[in-house]
């Protein structure tokens, strides 16, 4: 059916709603578990839809425009088929990825020229480069091309990431305009804006403001959670997510850790995305109801408790926390890929859980006992006797 997002209830500053695509629709809160490169790290499409329960992945236009490259994503028939996901995907401008390598790229007003941290070739990302490519590699939600200023940055700087970034989201409509359907997919493509202006409120609002006289189909925060403190991030998330439309979604990008995803949620985000529960899980580090979990740790040695006794996933219901400490200390794969099927099920199930409480209309008193629990940080360790 064509894009769009319905709000179907509130519970305070809380949404939940309905995101429809070619693809399926998603229900929000929702967290996209990140594949930059065409695949989520340490598990498979398959696992990801059951029992994971993931509903729309996020792809990087960066990394897949540099390998295995556009072209070949195109002859495969896009990134779904070529990937074998046959639910929604978001792709990355590759902004952020152009940002961090400092010393590889060169900005100006057309766009960015860098270096690939793969072999030193030279390139240039337009705005209509990015869509261009996001467009051929078929993702149902694309982002616009972006300029992330470093934190902390003089207001200066920020002030040129919000022209830059006003003047590319411009630019970036012209090949297609923000709906369209590419001639080599068969399914409707969207384009959301992002706001951008570091930690300067009026920036912010600066931002926003341009992009609304877009009408973008969705509308990112980007260019936080790069260094800033937590009470920052807070108050320019609440800021923009207060002054965009009520029947547009909202998405928080690279944010955050399950407590960062419950305060989001609080300040009206509908999205999320970040590589942080898979990436900790490869290397041993797992999120649960109370906290994180080292499973690396001499205390796990002889605890023969799943991970987290309340959760549903595969992982916790066959295996105990003594079994996948000995994998990671083995040096075994399958270490990695238990932990990571875990995080990914906690991460997905903590959205389900937060939409149940905003339909129940009590996502304030469902915040205070989740808060209270996951910084409890109390661990049972038990003994074979």
Not at 237 to 264: F, I
Request: hydrophobic share 40%; with cysteine.
């Amino acid at each position: 059916m064509p894009f769009g997002f319905c709000l179907e209830c509130t519970s305070g500053g809380a949404r939940a709603g309905v995101i429809h695509t070619d693809h399926g629709s998603i229900t929000t809160p929702v967290f996209m578990p990140v594949g930059t490169q065409g695949t989520v790290k340490a598990t498979t499409s398959e696992k990801l839809k059951d029992p994971i329960g993931a509903q729309i992945i996020l792809g990087n236009a960066y990394h897949l425009f540099l390998r295995p490259g556009v072209a070949l994503v195109k002859r495969a028939g896009g990134l779904h088929r070529f990937i074998e996901w046959d639910r929604p995907i978001l792709t990355d401008s590759g902004g952020y990825q152009v940002y961090s390598l400092a010393d590889m790229r060169r900005i100006d007003d057309d766009g960015i020229s860098f270096r690939s941290h793969i072999d030193g070739s030279l390139h240039l990302f337009t705005p209509e480069v990015v869509i261009e490519a996001q467009a051929k590699i078929g993702a149902d939600i694309i982002m616009s091309f972006d300029y992330c200023a470093p934190f902390p940055c003089e207001r200066a700087e920020a002030e040129r990431a919000v022209e830059l970034t006003t003047d590319w989201a411009k630019r970036g409509l012209s090949p297609y305009g923000s709906r369209f359907t590419n001639r080599d997919n068969e399914h409707e493509q969207v384009v959301f804006g992002i706001v951008q202006g570091s930690c300067y409120p009026d920036l912010r609002r600066r931002s926003m403001e341009a992009l609304l006289e877009l009408d973008f189909p969705g509308y990112a925060v980007g260019g936080l959670s790069v260094g800033e403190a937590k009470d920052q991030m807070w108050e320019i998330t609440e800021l923009v997510a207060g002054g965009l439309p009520q029947n547009r979604p909202r998405y928080l990008m690279g944010v955050g850790t399950p407590m960062d995803l419950v305060d989001g949620v609080a300040c009206g985000i509908d999205m999320f995305d970040c590589v942080m529960p898979t990436r900790n899980a490869r290397n041993g580090t797992v999120f649960t109801r109370k906290g994180k979990m080292v499973l690396k740790n001499m205390a796990f040695t002889d605890d023969f408790l799943p991970i987290d006794e309340e959760c549903g996933c595969d992982t916790c219901r066959d295996h105990s926390r003594a079994y996948i400490r000995h994998l990671f200390a083995a040096g075994e794969i399958l270490g990695p890929v238990l932990a990571t099927h875990h995080s990914l099920y906690f991460y997905c199930d903590l959205m389900r859980r937060m939409r149940a409480a905003i339909e129940a209309d009590r996502f304030e008193a469902w915040r205070a006992e989740f808060t209270e629990q996951y910084n409890s940080g109390e661990h049972r360790v038990a003994r074979n006797q």
